[in-house]
């Protein structure tokens, strides 16, 4: 933390800087803070994360190249899910961050955010950050963080403690 220096507007008149406070890093799993507690180091190879209480983590990160069905079964990983296709109905996921194509009737626990590029239909999702998809039909949500939706929600309840956008779409 560096203390500001006194300014002068475009008139001459001073500036006055208000007090510093030096904030300390938060570690969280996957990080170490330096010695110096200037610097925080990854322990392992995976994503950045920056929760809303202030911890910096990382997490490992576990892709899944096609859909979640029985091939792959359910999923409890300590990190973030990508999964490049979609999450079919009965299956579970409980993970860090997860990115999916679409969720159908799947129950998804997450401790950061779920973005969804398609649509999530018949699914229960309990997310501790932002849950962003391109529409929500027949789910139940819910988001310590904000609730983004592109396109139409449809017989859903979503319960957030951010915000609810829909940009573009209805909300029926």
Do not use: W, Y
Not at 8 to 18: A, E, F, R
Not at 48 to 77: H, K, M, Q, R
Not at 100 to 111: L, P, R
């Amino acid at each position: 933390m560096e203390s500001g220096k006194p300014g002068i507007d475009v008139n001459g008149n001073p500036i006055l800087v208000s007090d510093t406070n030096d904030i300390a890093l938060k570690c969280g799993d996957g990080t170490l803070l330096s010695q110096n507690g200037l610097e925080v180091h990854a322990k392992i190879d995976g994503q950045p994360n920056l929760t809303l209480a202030g911890d910096l983590s990382v997490f490992a990160e576990l892709i899944v190249d096609g859909d979640v069905d029985f091939n792959t079964g359910n999923i409890d990983f300590d990190g973030n899910v990508v999964v490049k296709g979609t999450i079919i109905d009965g299956f579970t996921i409980k993970c860090g961050n997860l990115n999916a194509k679409e969720i159908f009737g799947a129950k998804i626990f997450a401790i950061g955010d779920v973005h969804v590029s398609g649509g999530i239909l018949r699914t229960q999702i309990k997310a501790e950050g932002n849950v962003t998809a391109k529409f929500i039909m027949n789910s139940n949500i819910k988001s310590f963080g904000s609730v983004l939706v592109d396109k139409e929600v449809i017989d859903s309840k979503i319960c957030s403690s951010g915000n609810f956008i829909a940009t573009r779409g209805k909300i029926i």
